[in-house]
């Protein structure tokens, strides 16, 4: 079936290292693709978005790298900051309405 | 500007009981959802309302029910809870992408 998943359940990151945070998807036909952030306690949070059509986004100090070949796609958190910990979704847009999401991936910045 | 209010924040059901979860957005997004989120997965869509007057199952929806009331809200009712039930309900919006989220409703259900 569908199904988006992560590779890593939970990531340790030294404060003012990089981030990488991977996904994989099933679904060949989304086109669509979104990062989350959850902090506890509060609902997800927009972090950035791609669609299949392109390779790469950059945002303030976050990235997204789509690889279509593989069905894989990244988050990059550069200079990872304290406030950077949360857990992390992917998502994955297989039609209009319908976005399927990860298990998640939590994201732990050692001062 | 609220965005998208959940009410209640917590809300703690005996077995058999009903509930309704209320979603509301001051947005004027025209799309709008409701996900449970259970822990160590992600979230999966309940039912989702893609505009005032229609409603659509998503993934797991039975033993629930929802009622788009008007543009702006949009309710879950558990009709007979059950501990499976015992979840955080997150309710979206949407105009274009991507999707924005209340901060929860925690639910348990003894």
């Known amino acids: 079936g569908e199904s988006v998943g992560l590779h890593l359940p939970t990531l340790s990151v030294q404060e003012g290292d990089n981030s990488i945070i991977n996904c994989a998807y099933s679904n060949s036909a989304s086109d669509y693709f979104i990062w989350y952030k959850q902090e506890s306690g509060k609902g997800p949070q927009f972090i950035i978005d791609?669609?299949?059509?392109?390779d790469k986004r950059q945002g303030q100090r976050v990235t997204v790298l789509l690889n279509k070949t593989v069905k894989h796609l990244s988050l990059q958190i550069a200079a990872t900051q304290p406030g950077d910990s949360a857990v992390y979704f992917c998502a994955e847009r297989t039609s209009y309405d319908k976005v399927i999401f990860g298990p998640g991936t939590s994201l732990s910045v050692i001062p | 500007n609220a965005g998208v209010t959940q009410t209640p924040k917590f809300q703690v059901l005996k077995t058999g009981q009903s509930m309704t979860l209320q979603c509301a957005q001051d947005?004027?997004?025209?799309?709008m959802y409701w996900y449970r989120q259970d822990p160590g997965m992600g979230l999966r869509l309940i039912y989702y309302s893609a505009s005032e007057g229609t409603t659509d199952k998503g993934e797991v929806p039975n033993g629930y029910n929802v009622s788009r009331l008007n543009k702006r809200e949009f309710s879950l009712r558990l009709e007979s809870a059950a501990p499976s039930q015992t979840s955080v309900y997150f309710c979206a919006t949407r105009k274009g992408q991507p999707q924005h989220f209340g901060d929860g409703t925690r639910l348990s259900i003894l």
């Open positions: 947005m004027n997004h025209n799309s």
């Open positions: 791609i669609r299949s059509n392109m």
